[in-house]
């Protein structure tokens, strides 16, 4: 059995961050022929859970870079990475020193999911929020108001690059801690940042799924440096031409821009589809 990965953002999706009407038809194509295929994505499920949809995603789906691996058809998780609230405190702490605001993704034992944030404090942050906001099935809840007890997936945040790179500086001797940034607006100076638990990774996660699968061969597609672990465990890796400079370094061949759809024709004559 092969299996295929997809990262979503600047690999599967367009530009306009939907699955594209020649993707959608190169999916079903896949499935027709047998073809496994499934998700390794920086978002959180319920982030992915609208783009999905329809489109064939029936194995486990990796989320928020490894923290969970969620199964569709039993709706259940088969593994997670969480942190707990002390875990984060120092990094909370950076956060608030340099004005910007957490946003800390939760889950609870009965897998209903949260966001708790304090006051926001930029349009940036309140169009985030406004996000945040528009996904279903996530509840968005004043900092004031989580648990000690709760289970953290990521703490998510945007601003200044400045900002973005001082907190990534303070954060540097929390072991247990891993970040991925980027930047938010192109050329406007501002950055996103995700931070979790170092232990979750798409390459762990994928690593399990091919252990509990029975995976021969792993496919993989991704742009960023978050793709980096599967790149490396993967028998063969695809970045396309709006990668960065570092994954295609890594990757076995660059492939079409993602806004070109170049992950679907790739597909069409990788598998004669």
Not at 28 to 50: C, D, M, N, P
């Amino acid at each position: 059995m092969e299996l295929i990965v997809f990262d979503l953002d600047g690999t599967l999706l367009d530009r306009s961050s939907r699955i594209s009407t020649y993707t959608q038809e190169t999916l079903i194509l896949l499935a027709e022929k047998g073809i496994a295929y499934t998700v390794a994505t920086g978002r959180s499920l319920h982030a992915a859970q609208e783009i999905l949809t329809g489109h064939g995603f029936l194995l486990p789906h990796i989320y928020s870079n490894g923290v969970l691996i969620w199964d569709p058809r039993a709706d259940t998780l088969l593994m997670d990475n969480f942190l707990a609230l002390a875990e984060v405190g120092h990094l909370l702490e950076a956060i608030l020193a340099q004005g910007i605001t957490p946003f800390i993704t939760c889950m609870n034992s009965k897998q209903e999911h949260f966001i708790f944030h304090p006051p926001v404090q930029t349009e940036m942050e309140e169009r985030l929020l406004t996000l945040f906001q528009a996904r279903p099935r996530v509840k968005i809840l004043p900092a004031a108001q989580m648990p000690a007890d709760v289970e953290i997936s990521n703490v998510s945040m945007i601003g200044p690059g400045s900002k973005i790179e001082a907190i990534q500086l303070a954060m540097s001797s929390e072991e247990h801690l891993v970040a991925y940034s980027g930047p938010a607006i192109e050329n406007s100076g501002m950055k996103w940042m995700d931070v979790h638990h170092c232990k979750a990774s798409k390459g762990g996660a994928v690593t399990l799924l091919r252990e509990q699968l029975g995976v021969s061969k792993v496919i993989c597609f991704g742009d960023s440096d978050n793709d980096l672990s599967m790149f490396a465990m993967a028998d063969e890796a695809y970045a396309p031409a709006n990668a960065l400079a570092v994954v295609k370094s890594a990757a076995t061949a660059v492939i079409g821009p993602h806004d070109a759809d170049g992950i679907a024709h790739f597909l069409r004559e990788r598998f004669a589809l």
